[in-house]
Nanobody, 120 residues
Framework: QVQLVESGGGLVQPGGSLRLSCVASGSSFSSYAMRWYRQAPGKQREWVATITSGGTTNYADSVKGRFTISRDNAKNTVYLQLNSLKVEDTAVYYC??????????????WGQGTQVTVSS
């Protein structure tokens, strides 16, 4: 059982910055990868970034060089730093983690999402 709560979204101008946070409740936070996804109006949810339990990061090509994912295991929190924001980055941003559940099964946990709007 894991609960994820995102925060930090808001309205920002193109070229601006924002830092999103996701606080996780539950056990074994430090042992599992955390991910950020986003979903824009009328579009499918897309993967944005991943950070492994060991701190290795990966990014979607669309955000590489502009976004940074990090984690603080002592606070059970994962962050997403959004820099050089573009209008195309407008979306609801969700954090995600996958945990084992039963034999040969897994379960996806999602937060409620936080809205990021990039506009003049």
């Amino acid at each position: 059982q894991v609960q994820l709560v995102e925060s930090g979204g808001g309205l920002v101008q193109p070229g601006g910055s924002l830092r999103l946070s996701c606080v996780a409740s539950g056990s074994s936070f430090s042992s599992y990868a955390m991910r950020w996804y986003r979903q824009a109006p009328g579009k499918q949810r897309e993967w944005v970034a991943t950070i492994t339990s060991g701190g290795t990061t990966n990014y979607a090509d669309s955000v590489k060089g502009r976004f940074t994912i990090s984690r603080d295991n002592a606070k059970n929190t994962v962050y997403l730093q959004l820099n050089s924001l573009k209008v195309e980055d407008t979306a609801v941003y969700y954090c995600n983690t996958v945990r084992p559940m039963g034999l040969l099964r897994s379960y996806d946990y999602w937060g409620q999402g936080t809205q990021v709007t990039v506009s003049s």
